[in-house]
C-alpha cells in the first residue's frame, strides 16, 4: 500500500518541477461553508497530472528510460507525460481518444510528444497503447492505476494541510482515481478527521457505483462533456485506497457542472474544464452534507476547449435563470409583440433573440408562436416575468428556464 515516505519523497521530487498552487478563498461559491480552492488549473499544463506523471518518470530506470515511453490520457495526463519525458530526454508516444478536445491534443503534441488518436473513449485509447506497449517494448506510464503516479497526486494533500492546517474536509473530482488515492492517503493519516468527497460526473460514475457495490464495477458508457473524468472502469489499486480512506462518493449533473464553471470563471475569475469544476458543483447544489466547515476544493484542471466553453456558458447561463426561452401562442395581429415586449421591459428582463413563427400546421391560420430568448437576473426574475405575462393573457405554450 502506498505510504506516507513516498508522497514525502515524490513532493521533495516535484519541489522544482511542479508549482505549489494557491489555495484561495471563495466566499461567493458557499453561504454555508468557508470554501477554498485548491487552485491545480494554474499548475503548469494547467492539470495537477504533470505531478504525478513527472514523478513515476523520474523513478524510471535507464533501462526504461530507454525503451521510450508510452501512455494513455484524455489530455491532461498525455500533457504532463509529454513535458516530463520531454524534459528527460525522453521519446513519448500517447494514445488519445478521438473526442479529445483539440486544445489538449495539440497542446500534448507541443510538449514534445508524438500523439496517436484512437476512436471512441478513454478507455478504447488505454486499450490501444497497452497493444502497443506489448508490440514496441514501450515503457507504460499509467494515468492513475500506478503507485508513483498517485504518490505524486498525493502531494497536494501535503500542500493543502500546509496552508490550511484546519481544514474540515477536502472535495475531489474522481475518474480513475488517482487523484482522490493520493490527497485522502495524506490527509487520513495525518489528519483523519478532515472528510474526504470524492465526486463524478452522472455520466460517468464508475467510482461511485464501484463503491456503493463494494466491488469494482465496469460501465459500458459514459456520457460527460467532463472529459477528463470520464472512465468505465476504477482502478486496482485506487479502488482500494478509495474504499479505505474515503468517506463519500457523491455525483453531479451536466448543468450543475455547466453551472460552477460559469460561477467560477465570474466569481472568482478562474477558467475550469468539466472535470475541474464538479467540486465546486458538489458545494453550490448543496451535496456536500456540512454547515460552517472550512471546505477545500480541488479545481484538478483548466483545460477546456474553447469550442465547448460557448455552449457550457449558455448551460450555465440557462441553470441558473439568467437566460430563459420562452414560446408564447399570439393572435397574429399589430401590438401583440409591443405588449410581451412592455412586460418584459418592465420586469427588468433584456431580450436577445425573437422568432417569429406562423406557419407551424397545428395551430389556426390567423394565429402564430412568438419564441423569445431573454437574459435575466435569476430565476425568481424569470418567474416573475412568466406571471406577469400569463396574468396579461398571454398563452405560454412553451419555455425552457
Do not use: W
Given at each position: 500500500?502506498?505510504?506516507?515516505?513516498?508522497?514525502y519523497?515524490?513532493?521533495f521530487?516535484?519541489?522544482d518541477?511542479v508549482r505549489?498552487?494557491d489555495?484561495?478563498l471563495?466566499?461567493?461559491?458557499?453561504?454555508?461553508n468557508?470554501?477554498?480552492l485548491?487552485?491545480?488549473n494554474l499548475q503548469?499544463?494547467g492539470s495537477?497530472?504533470v505531478r504525478?506523471?513527472?514523478y513515476k518518470?523520474s523513478?524510471?530506470?535507464?533501462?526504461?528510460?530507454?525503451?521510450?515511453?508510452?501512455?494513455?490520457?484524455a489530455g491532461?495526463?498525455?500533457?504532463?507525460?509529454a513535458?516530463?519525458a520531454?524534459?528527460n530526454?525522453?521519446?513519448?508516444l500517447i494514445?488519445m481518444p478521438?473526442?479529445?478536445?483539440i486544445s489538449?491534443v495539440?497542446?500534448?503534441?507541443?510538449f514534445?510528444?508524438?500523439?496517436?488518436?484512437?476512436s471512441?473513449t478513454?478507455?478504447?485509447a488505454?486499450?490501444?497503447a497497452v497493444?502497443l506497449q506489448?508490440?514496441?517494448g514501450?515503457?507504460?506510464?499509467?494515468?492513475?492505476d500506478?503507485?508513483?503516479?498517485i504518490?505524486?497526486q498525493?502531494?497536494?494533500g501535503?500542500?493543502?494541510l500546509d496552508?490550511l492546517?484546519d481544514v474540515?474536509a477536502i472535495?475531489?473530482p474522481?475518474g480513475g482515481g488517482?487523484?482522490i488515492s493520493?490527497?485522502?492517503a495524506?490527509?487520513?493519516q495525518?489528519?483523519?478527521?478532515?472528510?474526504i468527497?470524492?465526486?463524478?460526473?452522472?455520466?460517468?460514475?464508475?467510482?461511485?457505483q464501484s463503491?456503493?457495490?463494494?466491488e469494482?464495477?465496469?460501465?459500458?458508457?459514459v456520457?460527460?462533456?467532463?472529459?477528463?473524468?470520464?472512465?468505465?472502469?476504477?482502478g486496482?489499486?485506487?479502488?482500494?485506497?478509495?474504499?479505505?480512506?474515503?468517506?463519500?462518493?457523491?455525483t453531479?449533473?451536466?448543468?450543475?457542472?455547466a453551472?460552477?464553471?460559469?460561477?467560477?470563471?465570474e466569481?472568482?475569475?478562474?477558467v475550469?474544464e468539466?472535470?475541474?469544476?464538479?467540486p465546486?458543483?458538489?458545494v453550490?447544489?448543496g451535496?456536500?452534507?456540512l454547515?460552517?466547515k472550512?471546505?477545500v476544493?480541488?479545481?484538478?484542471g483548466?483545460n477546456?476547449?474553447?469550442n465547448?466553453?460557448?455552449r457550457?456558458?449558455?448551460?450555465?447561463l440557462i441553470m441558473?435563470?439568467?437566460?430563459?426561452?420562452l414560446?408564447i401562442?399570439l393572435?397574429?395581429?399589430p401590438?401583440?409583440?409591443?405588449?410581451?415586449?412592455?412586460i418584459?421591459s418592465?420586469?427588468?428582463?433584456?431580450?436577445?433573440?425573437?422568432?417569429?413563427d406562423?406557419?407551424?400546421?397545428?395551430?389556426?391560420i390567423?394565429?402564430?408562436?412568438?419564441k423569445?430568448v431573454?437574459?435575466?437576473?435569476d430565476?425568481?426574475?424569470?418567474?416573475?416575468i412568466?406571471?406577469q405575462?400569463?396574468?396579461?393573457?398571454?398563452n405560454?405554450?412553451?419555455?425552457r428556464?
Amino acid at each position: 500500500m502506498l505510504t506516507l515516505d513516498r508522497i514525502y519523497h515524490a513532493a521533495f521530487t516535484l519541489k522544482d518541477a511542479v508549482r505549489k498552487t494557491d489555495l484561495i478563498l471563495a466566499p461567493a461559491l458557499s453561504m454555508e461553508n468557508q470554501i477554498y480552492l485548491k487552485t491545480e488549473n494554474l499548475q503548469m499544463t494547467g492539470s495537477f497530472k504533470v505531478r504525478g506523471a513527472y514523478y513515476k518518470i523520474s523513478q524510471l530506470s535507464e533501462e526504461e528510460k530507454a525503451k521510450g515511453i508510452i501512455a494513455c490520457s484524455a489530455g491532461n495526463h498525455a500533457q504532463g507525460v509529454a513535458l516530463a519525458a520531454s524534459k528527460n530526454g525522453i521519446p513519448s508516444l500517447i494514445c488519445m481518444p478521438d473526442g479529445a478536445p483539440i486544445s489538449k491534443v495539440e497542446a500534448t503534441k507541443s510538449f514534445g510528444a508524438e500523439v496517436c488518436l484512437v476512436s471512441d473513449t478513454y478507455d478504447d485509447a488505454y486499450n490501444r497503447a497497452v497493444e502497443l506497449q506489448k508490440e514496441k517494448g514501450y515503457t507504460f506510464i499509467h494515468p492513475f492505476d500506478d503507485e508513483a503516479v498517485i504518490a505524486g497526486q498525493g502531494t497536494i494533500g501535503l500542500e493543502i494541510l500546509d496552508q490550511l492546517d484546519d481544514v474540515d474536509a477536502i472535495v475531489i473530482p474522481v475518474g480513475g482515481g488517482g487523484l482522490i488515492s493520493g490527497i485522502a492517503a495524506v490527509i487520513k493519516q495525518l489528519k483523519p478527521e478532515c472528510q474526504i468527497y470524492g465526486v463524478q460526473a452522472a455520466g460517468a460514475p464508475s467510482m461511485y457505483q464501484s463503491i456503493k457495490a463494494q466491488e469494482k464495477r465496469a460501465l459500458e458508457t459514459v456520457d460527460t462533456f467532463a472529459d477528463g473524468i470520464a472512465v468505465k472502469v476504477p482502478g486496482d489499486q485506487t479502488y482500494e485506497l478509495v474504499s479505505k480512506y474515503v468517506d463519500e462518493m457523491l455525483t453531479v449533473t451536466e448543468d450543475e457542472i455547466a453551472a460552477a464553471i460559469l460561477t467560477l470563471m465570474e466569481k472568482q475569475k478562474l477558467v475550469a474544464e468539466g472535470a475541474g469544476a464538479v467540486p465546486v458543483a458538489a458545494v453550490m447544489f448543496g451535496k456536500i452534507p456540512l454547515r460552517g466547515k472550512k471546505v477545500v476544493c480541488v479545481v484538478s484542471g483548466g483545460n477546456i476547449d474553447v469550442n465547448i466553453l460557448n455552449r457550457v456558458i449558455t448551460r450555465g447561463l440557462i441553470m441558473s435563470g439568467r437566460r430563459i426561452t420562452l414560446t408564447i401562442a399570439l393572435m397574429d395581429k399589430p401590438g401583440q409583440l409591443v405588449g410581451v415586449s412592455n412586460i418584459i421591459s418592465r420586469c427588468g428582463g433584456n431580450v436577445v433573440a425573437v422568432h417569429h413563427d406562423n406557419s407551424d400546421p397545428n395551430m389556426s391560420i390567423n394565429s402564430c408562436f412568438l419564441k423569445i430568448v431573454m437574459e435575466t437576473r435569476d430565476n425568481d426574475q424569470a418567474e416573475m416575468i412568466k406571471r406577469q405575462l400569463a396574468e396579461a393573457g398571454f398563452n405560454l405554450v412553451g419555455e425552457r428556464v
